[in-house]
Every structure is written in C-alpha cells, then in structure tokens.
C-alpha cells in the first residue's frame, strides 16, 4: 500500500513517521509543504498519479487558533480548499481519506460528552476552517473524520511541553479551571490511524466521522497540575477562570468527547489521559 502522509513535519505527523518502521508492508511518502503544497491542485493530482496513492493521512493543518480570527482565509485555505483538493484525488484514485479534525467543530455549550452526531456550531474562525474542511473530505467516498482534542506529542510545540518548561523556570503558574476537555496523546492517535488503515486491507473500513481523545476528563488546570506532579517539578499551579486569560479565539468551555463509535467500530482500546501523558514524559527525559 501507498500511504501520503501530510503535515508530516508536525506532532501527529513525526509519530507517524516514528512508528512506520513496524509496517514494512507500507511505503509511507512524509510530506510536508516543502515536498507538497497540498494547496495546488495540480501538484496533488500529480503526486497521486506518480506514486500510485491508495490511502491519504491528513495532518496538514493551520492551528494558530488565534491568529485565524484575522486571518481566516489562510486559514480556510489549508484547513478546507486543500481538504477537497485532497478529497477529489482519493475520489479519483478511489483511494481512502483520513483527516484529522477538531473538538473545536463543537461550541462546548454541552454539559454530557459530544456524540459524532451532535449539532456542530463552532464559535472561532479555527473552528468554522476545521469544519468546512471536515464537509470537504466527505466527497471523498472513502473516508474517516477524527474528531480529536488538546493534542501533545514528545514533538513539536504543545502545552505540555510549554507546562515543562515553565515550570522549571517559575514558582507559581496561573492556568484556566473552567474549560473542560481530555488530553490526546499523538503517538495513541498514531496507533489507531494505523489500526484504520490496517482496516482497509481485509475490505472493513468503516466510513463517517470519530471522536477520539484519551479516556478521562479534566481541566487546563487539572492537567497542567499532574504535569508539575509526574515530573517532579515544584512549580505550583493556580486556577484561574476564562476571563482572567482574554484571548482572541474563543474557547469550548466543555469539549469532552464520547469515543464509544471508534471504540466499537474499530475494537481499540483507548488509555486514560494520565497514564498516556506519562508515557510522553518518559519520552521527553523528564522522568
């Protein structure tokens, strides 16, 4: 099988990347917009044909949540437009699609964890991208939508990693109590991509949209707090609510995710949030 990986640069896309040596059966192309501007049309169309793709791993994305309040078209054009360039090439090459979405499609005014069906109304220019795109990548006949929340990997830029470093450098740290959400480790949404696209192979791809993030909620607060605890850091951390923290992008306040559809549809088993994000921290040396 011909696997594309996109946005391969970033923090799904290296785990990925890190465990495709455990599938010598695939022949994975990483690209990022050095290697493919997933923007063109025509450089899409041409990659496909010059390297017979059969399944496409989107995680190219614009996340500069903040930044798209002014400038959603930017935005729109990676988060969407190029969402549909890649949806009609797998449409054509009767390939399978599986792109990476957000919780942020949700308007987190939910007091019980969101259903794949629930009515999607995002509050933020991010949200309205991920959203157009998610519409985008269903002309695509195959295809998987993962829904997937406040993402961390041992790569790239994240909040644990901004928590660590932090912590090392101050005593005290004031984080947000009062929205709610679960972690997601990358390398666990490596795993089950991987198990999707195992899928493929014995005919049982099941098509449509997943939420997925660990198991278990918190808050911003309450994770920050087990990062300064499992990595023996003495930093206290304060909670603070939204409005003591103004940002330009509006936050869900509640974004917790039932993942009883991928749980059932792909037999996977997904671990609580803590044991993951100690298993990252393992990875970054931290403890």
């Known amino acids: 099988m011909q696997i594309l990986v996109t946005g391969a640069n970033g923090q799904l896309g290296s785990e990925l990347r890190k465990i495709s040596c455990n599938f010598p059966e695939y022949r994975f192309f990483f690209t990022d917009i ?22 496409v791993i989107n995680c190219a994305a614009y996340t500069a949540v903040d930044k798209a309040e002014t400038d959603e078209t930017a935005a ?34 939910a007091c019980k964890p ?6 999607v109304n995002p509050a933020s ?3 309205r991208s991920k959203l157009a795109g998610e519409k985008a990548a269903i002309i695509a006949p195959k295809a998987v939508i993962i829904r997937t929340s406040w ?9 644990v990693k901004t928590m660590l470093r932090l912590g090392k450098e101050r005593e005290t740290l004031n984080v947000v109590f009062d929205q709610t959400g679960t972690p997601t ?17 014995q005919n049982e791809l099941k098509s449509g949209i997943f939420n ?32 003591d923290y103004p940002l330009p992008a509006p936050r869900p306040q509640y974004s917790v ?14 671990p609580h949030w803590k044991d993951s994000l100690k298993r990252c921290l393992a990875e970054i040396s931290f403890i």
């Open 34 to 55: 050095a290697e493919l501007d997933i923007t063109n049309p025509v450089a899409v169309d041409d990659f496909f044909e010059a390297n017979g793709i059969q399944t």
């Open 212 to 243: 997925y993030s660990n198991e278990g909620v918190c808050s911003w607060y309450d994770f920050a707090h087990e990062i300064m605890q499992q990595a023996e850091l003495t930093c206290v951390v304060k909670p603070i609510e939204t409005k």
């Open 125 to 127: 220019a991010y949200g």
């Open 185 to 201: 480790y990358a390398a666990d949404l490596a795993e089950t991509i991987m198990k999707i696209v195992k899928s493929t192979e």
């Open 151 to 159: 993402l961390y990997s041992s790569f790239g830029n994240n909040f």
């Open 76 to 109: 729109m054009q990676i988060n969407a437009t190029a969402v549909l360039y890649l949806a009609n090439a797998c449409r054509n090459a009767d390939a399978t699609l599986i792109h990476v979405s957000t919780d942020y499609v949700y308007d987190g005014a």
């Open 257 to 270: 995710m039932n993942k009883s559809r991928i749980k059932a549809e792909y037999g996977i088993e997904i």
């Open 114 to 119: 969101y259903l794949e069906e629930h009515q």
